[in-house]
């Protein structure tokens, strides 16, 4: 705790009894005068009147003595109680700034000798001292308020691997450090998604996502990869943002680059001119660094999950994924009504392709129907490849006859499509056609193992019967 106050109290009174005085007082400048700060006698007894001795050793920066004092007592610059013959008033100086007038009065006529005089004057530098502890204290306490914030604010940023909560997390702690509306940008090839931030502008309500910052104001950051500050825009006819960006006063733009690479753009503005100073800008981008090493870590992490889920070749999900995301589907089934189906799908004479061709044909065919996969099942669906020249996919709210639609829809598909197998084969296109088996939960089985046999076995029937074709599990059940 910081008690400069009593801390000078107690000096002046020591120095009242080393003295012999009858009362020691500190002025300081207060505007354009002076107040009094603190003094040996009880509140009250002071009375500061202004000007006089006190006002010239302030503009001055002179002692004063005067042993005897005529009868107008106010030049001195205060009255009190008693009469005051002798003062003697001394500049507190902190180096060249004069932080304050020592003043030691008696009622005695020539009271303080010069080795008085020089004795208070040597106690005020004690008294500089504390007053600079007092000036500087609120400065060191705001720098570790500060430090503390970043501290805090910064763990945040490193303890997901999820971008969207590190822009949230981001923003929130830019907040904390200045009063201000935050953006969160994350480049997006030459554009930028808008992915949060905390102002309450219905401009920017709509288009949040691949907006081209040509011709705003924070497109100078992207292009220079630096930081920028603009204390007063108010004669700043441009557009300031990519999106209406009315009453913005002041701007702080930080772009956010990891290892040379631009990750996105940091915004904070503000309907106040000059709302940031030096160390609140120092602490936001030292927050921004963290920022970017998060989302470049979030990214790379994205890309490691990526590669552990996807089949390398088909661009689908793997066998692993697969299971986990029928789990997730059928445990869907305790909480809702609707049914879940399954298709388990097989290139029809794959080997032959393989025999013939090779296995670089075989790959390109299994891409092809890897494709038409995709484009031809519903976005709420998840394919997969099943294993070799298998692929399945989960109809998560589809009964059989959806299931059977989407199935001969996926057949035809496949049976129309010349696969371009380009120099490796010398008759041309390759032509396939599908094996479609489909299963059904909870009709036709409760758990996952049995939902994949019952696929399996009515796939094992369209094989065995002709090929080409699409079987319901329900349709050979008996």
């Known amino acids: 705790m910081l008690k400069t106050d009593e801390e000078i109290k107690e000096l002046l009174l020591a120095i009242k009894q080393a003295v012999s005085a009858d009362s020691i007082n500190l002025f300081t400048p207060y505007q354009n005068g002076f107040i009094l700060k603190c003094s040996t006698e009880e ?3 002071i009375i500061v009147t202004g000007k006089g001795v006190i006002a010239e050793c302030l503009k001055t920066k002179q002692t004063f003595y005067s042993g005897e004092i005529d009868e107008n007592i106010s030049e001195i610059g205060y009255i009190k109680n008693n009469k005051v013959s002798s003062i003697f008033a001394a500049p507190v100086m902190d180096g ?14 020539n009271a303080f000798s010069e080795s008085v005089r020089n004795t208070v004057q040597m106690f005020t530098r004690h008294i500089a001292r504390i007053m600079e502890r007092e000036r500087i204290y609120p400065k060191l306490k705001r720098d570790y308020d500060g430090l503390k914030k970043l501290n805090e604010e910064s763990s945040k940023l490193v303890s997901s691997l999820n971008i969207n909560v590190i822009a949230e997390k981001m923003c929130e702690g830019a907040e904390k ?23 309450k502008l219905s401009a920017i309500s709509h288009q949040l996502s691949a907006l081209d910052l040509k011709g705003a104001f924070i497109n100078i950051a992207v292009e220079n990869r630096h930081p920028i500050y603009m204390a007063d825009m108010k004669d700043y006819r441009a557009s300031v943002l990519p999106f209406g960006s009315e009453n913005i006063r002041s701007i702080f733009v930080i772009p956010l680059i990891y290892e040379n690479k631009l990750l996105g753009l940091f915004v904070m503005s503000s309907e106040k001119a000059d709302f940031l100073d030096a160390f609140q800008m120092e602490l936001l981008k030292v927050m921004c660094n963290q ?3 998060s989302i470049a870590n979030a990214k790379l992490h994205a890309e490691i999950e990526k590669l552990a889920a996807v089949d390398g070749l088909t661009g689908l999900f793997n066998h692993r994924v697969f299971q986990e995301k029928l789990s997730e589907e059928l445990k869907k089934l305790n909480r809702y009504s609707e049914p879940t189906s399954l298709l388990l799908t097989d290139i029809d004479f794959f080997k032959k392709i393989n025999d013939t061709y090779g296995h670089p044909a075989g790959d390109l065919v299994l891409k092809g129907v890897s494709k038409i996969i995709r484009e031809t099942i519903r976005d709420i669906d998840v394919p997969a490849r099943y294993g070799g020249e298998e692929f399945t996919a989960i109809l998560p709210r589809t009964d059989g006859k959806g299931a059977k639609n989407i199935a001969e829809r996926l057949r035809k598909a496949a049976m ?16 396939v056609t599908l094996s479609i088996g489909i299963a059904v939960s909870p009709s036709d089985a409760k758990t996952k193992e049995e939902l994949i046999e019952k696929a399996d076995q009515a796939l094992y029937y369209a094989k065995h019967n002709g090929r080409n074709r699409s079987v319901l599990w329900s349709e050979i059940k008996g």
């Open 291 to 293: 920022a970017a090493a």
């Open 43 to 45: 509140k009250g007894d």
């Open 96 to 109: 060249s700034a004069l932080t304050g007038v020592l003043t030691a009065d008696s009622s005695t006529c």
């Open 416 to 431: 129309d499509k010349a696969f371009d197998i380009g120099h490796i084969s010398p008759i041309g296109p390759v032509r």
């Open 177 to 199: 450090i200045a009063s201000s509306h935050a953006f969160f940008f994350v480049a997006s090839g030459k554009q930028f998604d808008l992915i949060h931030h905390t102002a």
